[in-house]
């Protein structure tokens, strides 16, 4: 799994301290163990791959599509656990099941505009 950098996780940490909603998407794996995906949230410099979150390992960078074509969507029992955890570290979830293409693409914009 990636690294994202310290820059992009501030970014993060910022977000939570001033309550902006970040868009999340629950995913479970065959194994049972679930994904949380930040897909507005670039992780790497080049900005294709998007945040995530487990409970082991905790951030880190994943590529969307691969995720969601190896997983299924979570239930909301299914990722409660892993929703409060995100809560207690200061996250406003908007919880979505699936995002726009056009959510991918700002993502990517926004990370070539900064550099």
Known sequence: MLKPSNKQIDNL????????????VFRKYADGSIIALFPADAATVEGYHC?????????GA??????????KPATPA??????????????N??????????IHRQRIDSVRAQQ
Do not use: W
């Not at 940490?13 to 902006?20: H, I, K, P, Y």
């Open 93 to 102: 979830l908007e919880i979505r099941k699936k995002v726009q293409y056009k």
């Open 78 to 91: 299914e990722y409660a656990a892993l929703e409060t955890e995100l809560k207690l570290i200061g996250y």
């Open 51 to 59: 945040m995530s979150y487990v409970h082991v390992g905790q951030h």
């Open 13 to 24: 940490t910022n977000r939570q301290l001033n309550a902006e909603a970040t868009i999340v």
């Open 62 to 71: 994943a590529d969307y599509n691969l995720v969601v074509n190896q997983s």
